[in-house]
């Protein structure tokens, strides 16, 4: 029998909520926005699903299990997600951008196959890495470089942005006004200035790594 529609997007707001009490349950985690941050998700969009303020559609479900290590439609089942942690965490160190316009983006998690050289950079925990697509930064970003971020450095020089409307910029920080950042396009073109209201967070590019030197291909 068919779920009605209502019926199906409160089992995914159901399961969701367990899987993020198991999250904090395993004490990796102290909040959800430590989750949010750690996946790479809007902790504003992740508390309106979570509040029922916006609906968890078809595409919103899959793209909620990729971010988050799950089985495909594991948020539809009627058994509750059991997360297999330490799968999930070693593997949501590595983005890719998936361009959405222009030069904005969303990150993707790249699945384990791609392993970290940690020769050339050694990432903790607070790391993460995002690998350039296309050309849309060119020439000061190459495609397939990656850039490694830090989660708990303040802010300086280049930077990912992460607006509240759950997109992300590579820009240069200029400075802050009490409600204001001011930033600078990486060609140094065009000055962009954002309310802090539109702003969940930034985190400073700390390393640019050539993609030859630094990743490897698992056999």
């Known amino acids: 029998m068919d779920m009605s529609a ?21 004490q990796q985690f102290k909040t959800g926005k430590e989750i949010c ?8 969009y992740i508390a ?12 919103a479900a899959r793209e909620l299990e990729q971010q988050l290590g799950l089985a495909r439609l594991i948020l539809d ?21 998936q361009v959405v316009q222009q030069q904005a983006f969303k990150l993707n998690p790249i699945d384990s196959t791609v392993s970290f050289n940690p020769d050339i ?16 930064y060119f020439p000061s970003l190459k495609p ?3 850039l490694v971020c830090d989660k708990e450095l303040p802010v300086f020089g280049m930077c990912c942005v992460y607006l509240v409307n759950g997109l992300q910029l590579i820009l240069e920080e200029l400075g802050e006004a009490q409600d204001v950042y001011e930033f600078r ?7 962009v200035i954002f309310q ?23 056999k």
Do not use: C
Not at 37 to 44: D, P
Not at 77 to 97: D, H
């Open 6 to 26: 209502p019926e199906i997007f409160e089992r995914r707001r159901h399961h969701l909520t367990k899987v993020i009490d198991q999250l904090i349950d395993t």
């Open 37 to 44: 941050e750690h996946f790479g998700l809007s902790a504003a």
């Open 48 to 59: 309106q699903l979570l509040n029922s303020k916006r609906q968890i559609g078809e595409k």
């Open 77 to 97: 089942q009627t058994v509750e997600p059991k997360i297999e942690l330490a799968t999930a965490i070693e593997q949501v160190a590595l983005f890719q951008m």
């Open 121 to 136: 950079f050694h990432l903790q925990a607070q790391h993460y890495a995002i690998q350039v697509a296309e050309r849309y």
């Open 144 to 146: 397939d470089w990656w």
């Open 185 to 191: 396009s990486l060609d140094e073109n065009r000055k």
């Open 196 to 218: 802090k209201t539109d702003i969940e967070k930034i985190h400073p590019v700390i390393a640019i790594l050539p993609a030859t030197s630094t990743f490897k291909q698992q």
